[in-house]
């Protein structure tokens, strides 16, 4: 934990904090540019840009996000979700385009969040820690050597997150 604030997000990574300067002034603008560009495949395997519009303002934004793909499904876990204001403009069913690994797609998001959305969350997990496996042990999750993860772990995770599914066409 940082400060005496009880978050477990390092104050550099917050609002106003030299990190959240450093990705929304250099970072992800350096990742547009690469993701729409021939050298997309540097970053396309696992970053795609997503473009919504705001539901207060009407303004289009894209930002870079972590992602993986299903089939037709695109699934984002919007990192430290609690203190990004993005996801909150998908829900509903929300047209959204992305750029991913160089194509432009169309799709429709849906926020799935939190208990309600537990089942489809932890479904949608075993692909999403498949693919980044980093993440799947940052919450202390191991596959077992067939490569499935336990439900119950699955579920108690999911029950306490945000994932974003976007389903393409």
């Known amino acids: 934990m940082d400060d005496t604030t009880g978050s477990k997000t390092p104050a550099s990574h ?28 540097m970053f396309s395997g ?7 519009r705001g539901r207060k303002s009407g303004k289009e934004y894209t930002i870079p996000v972590q992602y993986v793909q299903a089939g037709e499904t695109v699934y984002i876990v919007p990192g430290v979700a609690e203190q990004k204001t993005w996801w909150r403009n998908l829900r509903g069913g929300t047209p959204v385009r992305l750029v991913l690994r160089g194509q432009n797609v169309s799709g429709v998001a849906q926020v799935l969040q ?14 999403y820690f498949h693919g980044f496996p980093a ?10 050597p067939s490569g499935s993860y336990n439900p119950d772990d699955l ?15």
């Open 14 to 41: 917050k609002p106003g904090g030299s990190g959240f300067w450093f990705m929304n002034h250099l970072a992800n603008p350096f990742v547009r540019m690469v993701l729409r560009s021939p050298f997309h495949r």
């Open 46 to 52: 696992s970053l795609a840009l997503i473009t919504y």
């Open 114 to 127: 939190g208990e309600g959305d537990k089942t489809a969350i932890a479904e949608a997990l075993v692909p």
């Open 135 to 144: 993440a799947a042990r940052s919450q202390h999750l191991h596959p077992a």
């Open 155 to 169: 579920g108690r995770i999911a029950a306490s997150m945000v994932m974003v599914r976007v389903t393409l066409g």
